[in-house]
């Protein structure tokens, strides 16, 4: 059972990983702020929620479990709307140049 | 495989550090010094220090990283043609840097004698404090000075930036600039997380007795929501010259002194705790120094007086 479990971690954690570096990619190919955010916002929600998912079985304890989705939700809520302040002032900064 | 990922992890700390050093526009600068202090705050957990960790993410990245950008917004128009930077003065200031590294790594990699831990004698009599984290009871009991002067600090640099108003505005408004337009997405998140917000810091504070956190690392977190609010300007900037503001800002600093002083009278030394009530006197400590540590943290951020206000 712990050899299944330790493999979905493998697994799920180097999926998460392979997004992350992705992201990495594009924000250093991607011409603008704009194209930029939307390849971060994918590592925020794919990324990252892999990451947690796999660790889910590693916690310990249902406690601990807990606590990583909540931290992994929080991420998301911050993650969406500090897309959206970033997105509207680059917007802005466009309109008056 | 630790190794590998720590010996990475090291060199990725030197080289963000040399980045942050030769970036050449201020704000890149600062931006790179937040991912430092981020990174720091990872080796302090690689080497099992949780609670300096959380410091270091908390204050050294997040409110220094925030006092430093608000300098950069300040700077923005009187900066707009950057002067030269006159090389002796880098260079002595590079000489010094190094030579204050140097004696450090000297220090910590050649000691002039094998240096005694005191930890085996911290743990053995950590039970008496009733506290459960040895860092908490280092810090409030045996270097409680230290960390009473550590708050006075705070206050006296935050005394330091209030003087920089004009004498006219001694107690006025500190103008902190909020969101140009007031904006839909940055209410919603200041009326959403706040209550997260104030619930981690009140739990950092309480777990701090037994777990690493503690008022610092708490008192941070409030500091956040508080600036928060008021950014998105759903709270507005007390004046300085404000009672309940004041209060706050020296209620942690003078309850500590306060119970220092009892322990005079009590036990016959200063800051020392009569038998049997160290837990309690030590939460009432950290209960008062997170909120005066919250407000500090905050109206440093916030920045001197700017407009006048009367009452």
């Given at each position: 059972m712990t050899l299944i479990l330790d493999v979905f971690t493998i697994a799920a954690v180097t999926v998460g990983v392979f997004f992350f570096v992705i992201a990495a990619l594009a924000f250093l190919r991607f011409p603008d702020g704009l194209t930029r955010l939307h390849a971060l916002t994918k590592v925020d929600n794919v990324g990252l929620g892999l990451i947690v998912f796999g660790l889910l079985p590693q916690a310990g304890s249902v406690m601990g479990a807990l606590k990583l989705i909540c931290v992994w939700l929080l991420v998301q809520f911050s993650g969406a709307i500090v897309t959206q302040l970033i997105a509207r002032s680059t917007r802005r900064e466009g309109q008056e140049a | 495989m630790a190794s590998v990922f720590d010996v990475t992890l090291v060199c990725l700390i030197l080289a963000v550090g040399a980045w942050s050093t030769f970036a050449r526009l201020t704000f890149s600068a600062i931006v790179i010094f937040i991912v430092y202090g981020l990174l720091l705050s990872l080796a302090w957990v690689r080497l099992a220090a949780v609670d300096v960790a959380l410091t270091e993410a908390a204050i050294g990245s997040g409110v220094t990283g925030m006092l430093l950008l608000n300098a950069v917004a300040r700077l923005r128009s009187t900066d707009a043609a950057p002067t030269p930077s006159r090389s002796s003065v880098n260079i002595a200031a590079g000489v010094f840097c190094t030579l204050i590294t140097a004696s450090l790594a000297g220090l910590v990699l050649v000691?002039?004698?094998v240096p005694v831990s005191l930890a085996p004698s911290v743990m053995e009599s950590l039970g008496q404090s009733g506290l459960g984290n040895p860092v908490a009871g280092v810090l409030f009991v045996y270097r409680s000075l230290d960390t009473l002067l550590e708050k006075v600090v705070l206050v006296l640099a935050l005394i330091a930036v209030w003087s920089l108003a004009p004498d006219g505005l001694w107690g006025g408004k500190p103008a902190?600039?909020?969101?140009p337009q007031r904006d839909s997405v940055l209410i919603f998140l200041a009326r959403t997380v706040p209550p997260i917000g104030i619930m981690v810091g009140i739990y950092m504070f309480w777990v701090g007795a037994d777990e690493p956190g503690g008022a610092f690392q708490g008192g941070a977190v409030l500091a956040a929501m508080w600036i928060l609010v008021m950014i998105a300007g759903l709270a507005a900037v007390p004046p300085t010259s404000s009672h309940a503001l004041r209060l706050a800002l020296i209620v942690g600093p003078v309850v500590f002194l306060a119970i220092g002083i009892l322990g005079i009278f009590l036990?016959?030394?200063?800051l020392a705790y009569p038998e049997g009530y160290a837990k309690p006197l030590i939460i009432a400590i950290e209960a008062t120094l997170t909120v005066s540590i919250g407000v500090t943290l905050a109206m440093h951020v916030v920045g001197p007086p700017e407009k006048e206000w009367r009452s």
């Open positions: - | 000691p002039p004698q902190l600039r909020p969101f036990t016959g030394t200063f």
